[in-house]
């Protein structure tokens, strides 16, 4: 069975950041133990410990597909940006943002989504996919067009559904190919760990064997700013709440045009920069 790459980032073992991105283009994804700072990490869980609670499992979906995709025992939180002042803080990681600027060029996307991904207890595997489909007519192109990182808030073991990930499928040619159990391995690792991954990687949430422990997750990627993303932020996070974030997380979630190197300028109101209503 494969793995993946894994690193561990704490203060006195200085991670080699080159070494985490060349492992990550090899393998397309890879596992960064101590991404998340133990008081970060405690802010993080405690800013959404409620919602968390009153959020309802399954999927809000009508169509068959979402509310198979999305898990009858699994919780989708969404708007995190209004919820966490620790998850705009977290944003604006430097290796994070690194993460981002490197695949999808600096200042060059915007958030795709922000969710917590809360499997619970009895959750059946969930369908391998790739991100990038998202975007079927450029996901398989050169380059990446999204580039995801979750953010394991509780641990994750190989019984409470651990992402499920094929490590090489980056560069399996085919919409989405069969994939053999034994070409894949669960994403184990520590509460505070992050999976950076492709958008290309073919991955899956895992089977939740246990009979009362939840695997919280903060999956977060970022899309290329040209294409539509997943989640519609300015419509989870209001104004007001928009006025108070950093001026990444406002670029990030929409508040800010995208301009590229070459043309135009994408995302505008009143032909202008939406900062102005900020």
């Not at 898990?71 to 209004?82: F, N, P, S």
């Not at 300028?265 to 900020?278: H, K, M």
């Amino acid at each position: 069975m494969p793995e993946l790459p894994r690193f561990r980032w704490n203060p006195d073992r200085k991670v080699d950041w080159e070494d985490v991105w060349r492992s990550l283009d090899e393998s397309g994804g890879v596992i960064v133990e101590g991404f998340v700072d133990d008081a970060l990490l405690g802010r993080l869980q405690r800013d959404f410990r409620d919602a968390i609670e009153a959020h309802e499992s399954g999927s809000s979906s009508s169509q068959k597909l979402w509310i198979d995709f999305h898990g009858a025992d699994t919780k989708r939180i969404t708007g995190l940006a209004a919820k966490s002042s620790a998850w705009a803080e977290l944003l604006c990681d430097e290796h994070y943002c690194e993460l981002g600027d490197r695949y999808l060029g600096k200042d060059g996307y915007y958030l795709n989504t922000a969710q917590l991904i809360c499997i619970g207890p009895g959750e059946t595997p969930q369908l391998m996919h790739r991100d990038a489909l998202n975007w079927p007519h450029v996901a398989l192109g050169d380059g990446e067009v999204t580039i995801t990182a979750i953010f394991a808030l509780t641990d994750f073991t190989e019984e409470n559904g651990a992402t499920v990930i094929a490590p090489g499928s980056h560069l399996w040619p085919g919409t989405l190919p069969q994939v053999d159990p034994k070409d894949c391995c669960q994403a184990v690792m520590p509460a505070g760990s992050a999976l950076l991954y492709s958008g290309k990687v073919i991955h899956g949430g895992g089977r939740n064997r246990t009979a009362d422990e939840w695997r919280v997750g903060l999956h977060a990627g970022f899309v290329s700013g040209w294409l539509r993303a997943e989640e519609n932020h300015q419509l989870s996070t209001s104004l007001e709440a928009a006025r108070k974030l950093p001026e990444r997380v406002q670029r990030l979630l929409g508040f800010r045009a995208y301009e590229p190197e070459l043309g135009g300028r994408l995302g505008l109101v009143d032909y202008d920069d939406p900062a102005n209503l900020l």
